[in-house]
């Protein structure tokens, strides 16, 4: 009983700093500061050209815009950084972190690097596919790459001791209520 308990407050703290720190998501706040138009911004907004004076800067006004679908011409003007690159760039840096300090060298230690290889397989994957659907330029990916596996870098170093026999959770604000909802089931 007391192996299943410690297995359960040991996976409960992991997942609920894994949560907690993904979602310490400072990409919305970025989205809008910088506003800028995704590839399909043209085709989701359809400009009135009419109203339109290509003198110099065009400011982006809601009235420019055909398209009746606010939500959709806002989400058009949020491109930088993407946060599906941001996500998986965060997911795969954890479990990286988590299996270089928890998976024993032995039997294999190829075996862990092709789990590592394969888990930065993901954000690869991910970024790719949000240029093939235009949904962002190559700097708002590779932004969301950097911004992910810094993140998650910061967020997480101390996430995994090597040793938990002499360990004590570094966030105690935290740990007491996942703690006292152990020692109560």
Not at 73 to 79: F, H, I, P
Request: charged share 15%; proline share 6%.
């Amino acid at each position: 009983k007391g192996l299943i308990k410690e297995a359960g407050s040991r996976t409960i703290y992991l997942y609920i700093r894994y949560w907690i720190a993904s979602t310490f998501n400072i990409n919305d706040i970025l989205k809008v500061l910088t506003a800028v138009p995704r590839p399909h911004f043209i085709q989701t907004c359809q400009p009135d050209l009419t109203k339109i004076n290509c003198t110099g800067n065009v400011i982006f006004e809601r009235s420019l815009c055909l398209n009746e679908n606010t939500k959709d011409v806002y989400d058009a003007m949020k491109s930088w950084p993407s946060g599906h690159a941001q996500l998986t760039a965060f997911a795969a840096v954890y479990m990286l972190i988590y299996l270089e300090k928890r998976m024993p060298p032995t039997p294999s230690i190829i075996l862990k690097r092709w789990l590592q290889i394969l888990l930065l397989l993901a954000p690869i994957y991910s970024s790719t596919t949000r240029l093939h659907d235009h949904r962002h330029h190559v700097s708002d990916v590779v932004v969301g790459l950097v911004l992910g596996g810094l993140l998650a870098l910061i967020l997480t170093a101390d996430l995994v001791p090597d040793s938990w026999n002499s360990w004590t959770p570094q966030y105690k604000v935290l740990w007491l209520p996942i703690s006292v909802l152990i020692d109560t089931t």
